[in-house]
C-alpha cells in the first residue's frame, strides 16, 4: 500500500464512518466475546467497538504506515491487544485458536481471497464466525455500474492499495466453505456509487 494512501485513508473514509460505517462496527462487533483476531486492522477504526468480554484481541496489520497509526491508537485505548505484523493469508497464530475473526473492509484488497478465508478457517474455532464489512461488485441490476467498476478497476487498485471494486466477495466466502446465511447487501451511505454495494454480518463455518 502507497505511503501517501495509508496517510490519507482516515480522511478518505470519514463521510462513511459518520453515515453508517461506524454503527454498523458498532452492531457486528458488540456481542464478541473471548479470544478475537481482527485481519487488516488498519489504523484501528474498530478498536473502541470491542466489548469487554473479548478476553484476547490480536490485531493483524501487514502495512507499515497502517500499522504505526494502529499501535499509537493502542496505546491510548488503555486495553490490551497485540499488534502483529501479517497479511491474512499468512497468521501467525495457531490452528483452532479464535472464536471470531473480523474483516472490515480487507477482503476487497487482499492479493488471494480465497487463500486469506482458507487462512481464516484454519484459526476459527469450531462454532466460530468470520464478521464481515466489505465492499463487493454492484449488482446485477445495476449493470452500468458494474461495468463502470470494471473500466476503473485497474487504475483503482493501483492508487488503492490492491483495492479489487469487481469481487463477488459472499461467492467466495460460499466457496470458502462458510455459511453465508447471516450475510446481507447494503449500501455503503456517502461513498461514491463504484464501491458503495457492500456486504456485512458473520459467517460460519459451514459444516
Excluded at 15 to 20: I, K, L
Excluded at 24 to 49: F, I, K, M, P, Y
Excluded at 150 to 164: F, L, M, Q, T, Y
Aim: hydrophobic letters at 45%.
Amino acid at each position: 500500500m502507497s505511503r501517501l494512501f495509508s496517510l490519507l485513508y482516515d480522511r478518505i473514509t470519514a463521510p462513511m464512518e459518520e453515515a453508517c460505517l461506524q454503527e454498523w462496527r458498532s452492531q457486528l462487533l458488540g456481542d464478541l466475546s473471548g479470544s478475537v483476531l481482527e485481519v487488516g486492522a488498519g489504523t484501528g477504526a474498530n478498536l473502541s467497538h470491542y466489548p469487554r468480554a473479548v478476553e484476547r484481541l490480536v490485531l493483524a496489520e501487514p502495512d507499515a504506515g497502517m500499522r504505526r497509526k494502529l499501535e499509537r491508537k493502542v496505546a491510548a485505548w488503555g486495553r490490551a491487544a497485540e499488534v502483529v505484523d501479517a497479511p491474512a493469508e499468512r497468521l501467525p497464530v495457531a490452528d483452532a485458536s479464535f472464536d471470531a475473526v473480523v474483516s472490515t473492509l480487507v477482503l476487497c484488497s487482499v492479493p488471494d481471497q480465497q487463500e486469506a478465508l482458507a487462512e481464516i478457517r484454519r484459526v476459527l474455532k469450531d462454532g466460530g464466525r468470520l464478521v464481515v464489512v466489505e465492499h463487493v461488485a454492484a449488482p446485477d441490476d445495476k449493470p452500468d455500474r458494474q461495468r463502470w467498476q470494471r473500466r476503473v478497476e485497474p487504475v483503482w487498485k493501483r492508487v488503492a492499495g490492491n483495492c479489487h471494486l469487481t469481487r463477488d466477495t459472499a461467492a467466495a466466502l460460499e466457496a470458502a466453505g462458510f455459511d453465508t446465511s447471516g450475510i446481507e447487501r447494503q449500501s455503503i451511505r456517502k461513498a461514491a456509487p463504484i464501491v458503495r454495494a457492500s456486504i456485512r454480518g458473520a459467517a460460519t463455518v459451514a459444516r
